[in-house]
């Protein structure tokens, strides 16, 4: 059955998937697949103890690489091959799937980069820490676009943002500031951007690609540029622009992964509205099912960073003080600490519920009118303002009032309770440190559960839940977030035992590579 003809945004998003991907016809590099054995599994353990969002673990992965070996000097030339052949190894990229080609073009990415930096820090008075800190994630980014492109996820944003733009309105301020913080929002709901990759499209976005051509300009307005862009990641309307964002988003990600699967009958698909309604109930129910492993995955490292982080906390904290104190270390109230918190987020993830087929039946009727209504939006607007009114300030202490009440009565239960099962103060301070992380990432984990829930239902219980876990899973979330900026164990992982570990590799893969040329000479 023959529907509607495609408005113009989806037209541009169909032709983008409809395009056919010319293979390479440079030759693949390849490594040793007894290291890639090897490598990948300590890129799998290094990573479990790692909580980033799945998306970004390749860019984190050739920043961490480029860190590493930049510390000593270098440039791309020198570069680029060994940090492709690292993420071969860890198998971030199947052995024989990137082009050779690709190495010139990632020496040339690095070298750009460089050479900016040190313009940047020549012209510009920037804190020579914070320049550091953008190049690795301006250079990280680019050269994960350079190696793994992906213009189907580019054009979704794009989409995206000409359907919702117009439904977020910020009364008192521009255009312009709405346009990037919808982009901004978009960027991290939909494409799962982290920091760096937001500083990454807004340098874009304000600069243009960085090249030869355009490298002096840059440099001689980069300071403008980096104060610009720092402000809008700080915009105090961003929380709640993101959350409508989100609230968006699962039809999006449905309709790309009907688009990705059917890239060779797209035409046909849109045609004939039984196929296309079979196709998006087809791949609904394919992601409900991924939900399950995709949150044991969550868990586990979850479970992974928690234990490990939490183990090295309470011995060097916990067990000083008790040895100080009682002249003894108390191991079975360590034992306690380290293990109830894991256990409650296994219980917690137990209640997890995926979603039924009414919401793939919403999710089919959203993408009908992204693909078909002349001017698509989302079913309703958000109207926001960066300075609200000030006609109920009484209204407004008394929620303030509120939510100090839910902090100290949740924190207060819970030291309650600790004495009674006779924690000393020490131990209190490590089991709340930690089970505020643990209701963070639970939550966390229980975002990643409803990624493809189209209007969530509240239950009756719901809002008294939130009154007192919303304060500890705030007060997690800050402390996921320096625990992750100052992890001794990865710091250890990446800075002391790795540098040593690849080189054994590379010497291994040479060796390897020897000992092959030597058999074919005897042949």
Not at 102 to 113: C, G, N, P, Q
């Amino acid at each position: 059955m023959a529907i509607n003809k495609l408005n113009q945004y989806a037209s541009f998003l169909i032709k983008t998937f409809e395009g056919e991907v010319m293979a390479s016809t440079s030759r693949g590099i390849t490594v040793n697949p007894i290291i890639s054995e090897i490598a990948s599994w300590y890129e799998r353990l290094r990573n479990a103890m790692d909580i980033r969002e799945e998306e970004v673990i390749l860019r984190a992965a050739i920043e961490r690489i480029l860190k590493r070996r930049l510390i000593l000097g270098g440039n791309g030339k020198k570069i680029a091959s060994p940090l492709i052949r690292e993420l071969i190894w860890a198998r971030y990229f199947p052995d024989g799937s990137v082009p050779e080609k690709l190495i010139e073009d990632v020496a040339k990415t690095i070298d750009l980069h460089l050479a900016l930096r040190e313009h940047v820090l020549l012209n510009n008075h920037l804190k020579e820490s914070d320049v550091n800190k953008w190049f690795y994630h301006l250079m990280s980014s680019k050269i994960e676009q350079v190696l793994n492109p992906n213009k189907e996820k580019e054009a979704m944003v794009n989409f995206m943002f000409h359907v919702l733009r117009d439904n977020i309105i910020i009364k008192d301020d521009t255009e312009e500031e709405k346009d990037i913080q919808t982009l901004i929002a978009i960027r991290k709901a939909y494409a799962k951007d982290d920091l760096a990759f937001l500083r990454y499209h807004l340098f874009v976005q304000y600069f243009g690609n960085l090249s030869e051509k355009n490298i002096n300009n840059i440099a001689n307005n980069f300071n403008s540029g980096f104060f610009e862009i720092e402000k809008q990641l700080i915009y105090p309307l961003r929380y709640k622009i993101y959350t409508y964002v989100k609230k968006q988003s699962p039809p999006f990600f449905i309709l790309d992964d009907v688009l990705r699967s059917e890239k060779q009958n797209i035409h046909l698909l849109i045609n004939d509205e039984e196929k296309l309604k079979q196709a998006v109930y087809f791949i609904c129910q394919k992601r409900y099912d991924s939900i399950t492993s995709r949150v044991q995955q969550a868990i586990v490292k979850s479970i992974i960073f928690i234990i490990l982080t939490k183990a090295l906390i309470a011995l060097a904290v916990e067990g000083t003080y008790e040895n100080l104190i009682y002249g003894k270390v108390i191991w079975k109230s360590i034992a306690l600490n380290v293990m109830i918190p894991p256990f409650l987020m296994i219980i917690a993830t137990a209640f997890i519920k995926t979603p039924t087929q009414e919401n793939s039946k919403r999710i089919y009727n959203r993408i009908q009118s992204l693909l078909f209504n002349a001017k698509p939006s989302a079913p309703y607007p958000v109207v926001l303002k960066l300075f609200p009114d000030k006609t109920r300030p009484f209204i407004d202490y008394v929620f303030g009032f509120l939510w100090f009440a839910a902090f100290f009565l949740s924190f207060g239960v819970c030291i309650f309770l600790l004495t009674k099962l006779h924690f000393n103060i020490v131990s209190q301070g490590v089991f709340l440190f930690f089970l505020a992380i643990v209701c963070f990432l639970f939550y966390r984990i229980n975002r990643t559960a409803h990624t493809y829930t189209l209007e969530t239902k509240q239950g009756l219980i719901t809002p008294v839940i939130d009154f007192f876990l919303m304060p500890i899973v705030q007060v997690g979330r800050y402390l996921t977030d320096g625990i992750s900026q100052i992890n001794i164990i990865l710091f250890v992982l990446d800075f002391i035992i790795e540098t040593p570990f690849k080189g054994m590799f590379a010497f291994f893969e040479q060796w390897f590579l020897f000992l092959n040329t030597k058999r074919e000479y005897l042949e």
